[in-house]
């Protein structure tokens, strides 16, 4: 992967920038309909998320939710909140569009883990970190694997496995399963929290079974220590 990873970061560059002037025409017609349905939100959807070297950047999508998240007091539900055109941009995967502009900017590859919540920095143990070891992808081996439907140790398992594989020849082919997949609309999940609990819940609640079965050996002894007060404390809504 040494010598590969230069080239690779090369090449999806000069591809992001001639595919970025193709789907221009289209980000340009979805940001006017969701401006049309929503007037007083942005077009674009930011927030931060952990890339290469466990450094922050912030990932652009489409937005596809209402703002605000709150009126006259009451929290709206995810169902609420959802824009009629947000549904089609999910189930398109329209709402990726946009993180092109987050490569030309280095911050993220076509291909590689998809890049997680901040606030999942202090649940990973020393090898799940391996998957900041490369750029952030738009698609990756877990999502071509499974992407929803599976675990958060299936999905960082696969990650680690990726990078430990990563070649032009995986690459091609995690590029033609997630081609087959958009086109398919497989796998795709509009609301991902009706199938997995966020990670840094899942990874806390793990930790407490371990107090209460007083377990001797801890099933995660290599857990990496971040400065949480640094860290996101004000988790938004929309998650990949």
Known sequence: MTMYYPIKSMIEWIFAAMLFLIVL???LIVGILIKIEDPTGPVFFIQERVGKDNKLFNIYKLRSM???MIINGQEMSYDDRMLKVGHVIRKLSLDELP???NILKG???FIGPRPLLVEYLPCYNKKELRRHDVKPGISGWAQVNGRNHLSWEERFAL???YIEKCSVLLDIKITLMTIQK???KADIVEKEVDYILAFDEYRKRQWEQEKVTNNVTPLFTQAVSFDSGS??????SEMQ
């Open 159 to 161: 990650d680690v496995e």
């Open 182 to 184: 958009v086109l398919m």
């Open 25 to 27: 025409p289209i980000l």
């Open 231 to 236: 860290l996101v404390q004000n988790r938004k």
């Open 99 to 101: 993180q092109m502009i």
């Open 107 to 109: 911050d993220m590859s």
């Open 66 to 68: 209402r703002n605000p």
